[in-house]
């Protein structure tokens, strides 16, 4: 089942509950999933895609969290850790730093980089490869490491 299959299927199961407050987390979610598919038309969003949307927004929530905490508007900071945990359900665990850097080293070999100026496209088929797993910043430190040397 795919993500935002999953997600329709978990706000029908707050619907019914009547949670209110994790159902406009779901809506929320699933409007920002409606607008990244209208920019992407007329490709089809995939999984991956979703995954970016939600750690997009789940940084917004964390950099805001940190504003409200500074003004003291607590009903804000406990309604975005509210929605963090509705999303952090759906993003997948990153992989380790042992599995990134065996991943970097397999597209490494696979795309023949030999220098930095390869970052790019060995980056590109890291973001393929990892359906959405990734850490970009260890990776990004990793691919140079390994570039570099």
């Known amino acids: 089942m795919s993500i935002k299959a999953q997600i329709s299927e978990d706000m029908k199961t707050a619907m019914k509950a009547r949670e209110s407050e994790t159902l406009s987390s779901f809506r929320f979610i ?3 999933i409606k607008n990244k598919e209208i920019e992407l038309r007329p490709k089809d969003i995939s999984d991956s895609d979703i995954i970016g949307v939600l750690k997009k927004h ?5 950099d805001s969290i940190e504003q409200y905490v500074k003004t003291g508007q607590t009903e804000s900071v406990h309604k975005l850790n509210a929605e963090n945990k509705v999303i952090q359900k759906y993003i997948p665990q990153a992989l380790s730093k042992q599995e990134t850097e065996k991943l970097v080293s397999s597209i490494i070999a696979e795309l023949k980089a030999t220098s930095v100026k390869d970052m ?3 980056m590109k088929a890291l973001k393929d490869k990892s359906d959405g797993k990734l850490d970009s910043q260890l ?3 990793i691919v140079r490491a390994q570039l570099q040397s």
């Open 30 to 32: 699933l409007s920002a």
């Open 58 to 62: 789940l940084k917004q929530n964390q």
């Open 120 to 122: 790019g496209s060995v």
């Open 139 to 141: 990776a990004s430190g």
